[in-house]
């Protein structure tokens, strides 16, 4: 099992940054591809990131984020982070962390895949 905690939320304004933490513990963490999700008002939880647990760490990002989130990780602290930069307020949700051990190939965006989770973090863009 492991355990995941999301941290660095808060509000920010339009075009700004933030940048999230999801601390992992309890099994090893380098071995689970890991994934960012939100979930804003009204909406379904949706995928927005994801690296995998190989070597080269290969990252994976929802249209919407490209070019302006970073997923990136630290296995030495077992943490997950998102960079979150030139913020809009259609970002403003909770953000979750999981963790998938399953996927064998790429990474997956069905929260269904996904076997962990963190209690999220709320992220507010005001405009």
């Known amino acids: 099992q492991v355990q995941l905690v999301e941290s660095g939320g808060g509000l920010v304004q339009a075009g700004g940054s933030l940048r999230l933490s999801c601390e992992a513990s309890?099994?090893?963490?380098?071995?689970?591809?890991m994934g960012w999700f939100r979930q804003r008002p009204g909406k379904e939880r949706e995928f927005v990131a994801g690296?995998?647990?190989?070597?080269?760490?290969?990252?994976y990002y929802a249209d919407s984020v490209t070019g302006r989130f970073t997923i990136s990780k630290d296995n030495a602290k077992s943490t997950l982070y998102l960079q979150m930069n030139s913020l809009k307020p259609e970002d403003t949700a909770v953000y979750y962390c999981a963790a998938d051990r399953t996927t064998t190939w790429g990474i997956s965006r069905a929260t269904n895949d996904y076997e962990y989770w963190g209690q999220g973090t709320q992220v507010t863009v005001s405009s």
């Open positions: 690296i995998r647990w190989s070597t080269y760490h290969a990252t």
């Open positions: 309890g099994s090893t963490f380098n071995t689970y591809n």
